[in-house]
Structure formats: C-alpha cells, structure tokens
C-alpha cells in the first residue's frame, strides 16, 4: 500500500519498520471512538463551511457503514495500515471517493489519538465503576449477615481484638467506596477535547473546538494545544487509580486465601472458583484469589511503563506516546476482569462462623477489655496492662483463657477484680461495649451500613 506521505519520499519504507512502526494491532480497540470523534468533527467543518451538507453526508454515511461493517464481522481491520486512524481514513476515501479526504481538515493524527484515547478511558473508566460498586454490593451484603459473628481481629497477623466478620468486609466496602472516588476525580480532569489543537500549534481554519467538545461529551476544551496533545497525566491518573483497586484486591484476596486454608478455615469457597490438584486429590485451591493477587503487578508495571516513557519527552507527540495504549489498555482490562471474578467469588463464598469464634476464643483477644477493666475502676491504664500482662503470662504456661482462671487467682493480682470481670471480658460484651465511632460495635457498624448503602 502506498504511503500517505509517499510525495516527500524517494522509496518505501522496509517491512519490518512499517510493522515496527505499527499500532493498529491494538488500537483497532478504539475504533467507535476514532469514527465517533471522525463524525463530530466532519460535521464541525460544515457548520463553519469547509465541508459542504453533502460532502458532510457523504462522509457520514462512509463512516457509518464503516461502523456497522467493523461490528456484524463483515469489514476487517487491515493489518498494514499504520494505525486505527489511517485505517478509517483509507477505508471512507475507498467507500466514498475523494470527499474522504476532506475529513482530515483541521485535525492531525495527535489530537485525534488524544481524543480517541480520551473518550475510550472515558468510557472504560465507568465500567470499572460499575463493577467497583457491585462488588461494594456484594461485600456489604455478606457483612449484612454477618453483623453477629465474631472473629478475632488481628495485627501482625496475631489475634488481636475481637471484632466482627461484617465489621473487617466493611473496611473492604470504605476501600472500594474510595476506588470509584479515585476514578471519577481522574475522569473529571481528563474529561476536556483535544481535538482541534492539531498536530500541536492549532489551525488557520475558523473551527469550532467547543461545539464538538460538547457533543462528545466533554465539559470544555484543553486550552492549551500543544498540551492537547502531550499531555497522558489522564493514563497515569487513571493506572494509579486501578493500581489502587488492585492493590486493595490482592490484600482481600490473601485474606480470602488465608481464610480458606485449614489453618484457619473461616470460610469456604465455592468449588466453581476453586481448582483441584493433578496430584493431590485432597486440593482445593483458591486460584482465582491467587491470580487475582498476582495480577496485581502487572497493573503496577503498567504504570511504571507509562511514567518510565513519558519521562524527559519533550514536547509535543513524539511517536513514544504510541506506547500509552497498550500499557492503558491492559491496566484497565485486568482491573476489569478482576472485579468482575471477585464478585461472584464473593457473593458464593461461605463463612464458618463457628471457626472464627473457636479462634476468637484463643489467643488472649479480651486481654485489652480485661485492662479496661481495671482502668474503668482507677488503676492507672499502665499498671492494668501489666497486671493484665501477667495473668495472661500464667494462662500461657497453663494452657488456660482468662476466663478459666477462678476470681480468687486474679485477686492475688489485684483486689479490684470482682465477679463481674467474666461479663466484662466476654466476646460479646467486648464488641457491644465498643461504642466509638467506627468501631466494631453493633450500632457502629449498623451506621457503616447505612453509610456504605448511601453510597452506592
Ligand atoms: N498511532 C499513533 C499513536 O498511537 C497515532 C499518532 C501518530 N502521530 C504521528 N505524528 N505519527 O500515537
């Protein structure tokens, strides 16, 4: 196929250069939004005159049969065109005759690709929205069950305090809540036109930016043109924020792994997102919180990629920006597909409410409230955490809880202690007393539903 700038040059270009050089075999992916913007600035040239109604017709219908034959399956992408935006230009002027090439009239490749890009994150952007919120559903629905199953709380991974199962998915529920906070703030900056600033100085022609701008949907124009063009803060924005959620599912989903394991067995797996083993017919593994987890690298590559290539470009598009699209495009897809395993994996997953008590009875998690105690009755919180130190130091070397130990030992220790510390040091009264806000307490964590539903 002859080249477009075929005048300028004495021969062809090598082969493995145009295929080097080419991109349509990934941003063939933005094909309704080049032909979409294609058709909005066509008619922007007949509203100022450059294109006559007819000519604007006949490049509207090109375009549309373009569209319709790129999705029935009956036009395919020619993989020697250079780029999505070649290959849609070639094809109208082959549908249309020479009206095609009117349609590049105040427009180059760089503000079209910035805006193809644009309105193609634009959209992927309230997808991942979408999922965000419906597996902010699910989790807050499985906490909705389970606002009366205790489970230790940990740090260090060590049982710490005793809290509730809907309490920690809640803390889940104010992450992804955030997520789509993240997101939206992101589509709020990017969301202005490029188009028209060119190849990067602007027009001579009389054209109209802010009239396309809003039928694309866009809140204005990007004001400046040659940061029109060089500008992708919008990738990086939007990968930081993806990198987020998935840094936020692969901490759910160790949990979800850790959870499963017999080790703890909190929950159980539903088998259609779990594997077996080739060798150990025992198995039953978490793959898909697994997969999940590990994904989330590449994500984070993602945006290393794109802030590594945008580094030290001077201004304006230089053809490293090419290298935008797959690293944009791949961040969204695994983000995308990850919500979209999470939340049936979730929704199916079934907790074992009599494990996360028998844990939360071991490993001391009352010991705080048994200092409360003391503290509440005016010993210094110091000298009870000490004193609460060493009963838990006895129970350690005799295999006892803090509840086993009669009231006449604990008196040895300090003469406040009273028949009342076993109420007070019960699993149950440790969560109903806490009353902070935000805490594990039965009234807290009924407000963080109200507030979570309020959100979505
Ligand atoms: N395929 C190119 C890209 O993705 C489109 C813009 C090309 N512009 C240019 N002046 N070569 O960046």
Partial sequence: MEKMWAG???????????DFNSSIHFDK???????????????????????TPDELGSITSGLASILHDL?????????????????????LTKRIGDTGKKLHTARSRNDQVALDLR?????????????????????LELAKKNTETIMPGYTHLQRAQPITFAHHLLAYCMMFIRDVSRILDAVLRMNYSPLGSCALAGTTYPTDRD???????????????????????????????FATVMMHLS????????????????VELDDAYT????????KKNPDMAELVRGKCGRVYGDLMATLTMLKGLPLAYNKDMQEDKEAVFDSVETVKKCLAIFIPMVETMKPIPENMLAAAKRGFINATDLADYLTKRGLPFRTAYKIVGTVVGKCVKEGKTLDEIPLSEY????????????????LETCIRKRISKGSTGYASVMEQIAYVEEQI
């Fill in 71 to 91: 999705e029935v399956g009956d036009l395919d992408f020619d993989m020697n065109a250079e780029d999505i935006h070649m290959f849609v230009e070639a094809e």
């Fill in 119 to 139: 309105l193609y994150m634009r959209d992927e952007a309230f997808a991942v929205i979408d999922l965000l919120k419906a597996l902010t559903k699910t989790t």
């Fill in 251 to 266: 901490r759910f989903s160790e949990e979800i792994i850790l959870w499963s394991s017999w080790e703890f067995k909190f």
């Fill in 29 to 51: 992916k933005m094909y309704k939004q080049d032909i979409k913007g294609s058709m909005e600035h066509a008619a922007m040239l007949c509203r100022v005159g450059i294109l």
């Fill in 275 to 282: 594997t077996g083993s080739s060798i150990m017919p025992q």
């Fill in 8 to 18: 300028r040059f004495e021969k062809a270009s090598d082969k493995m250069a145009d």
């Fill in 211 to 241: 009239s396309v701008a809003e039928a694309l949907g866009f809140d204005g124009v990007t004001m400046n043109s040659i940061d029109g063009v060089s500008d992708r803060d919008y990738c990086i924005e939007l990968e930081a924020a």
């Fill in 411 to 426: 008196k040895e220790y300090s003469e406040i202690f009273a028949e009342d510390l076993y109420e007070e040091i019960a």
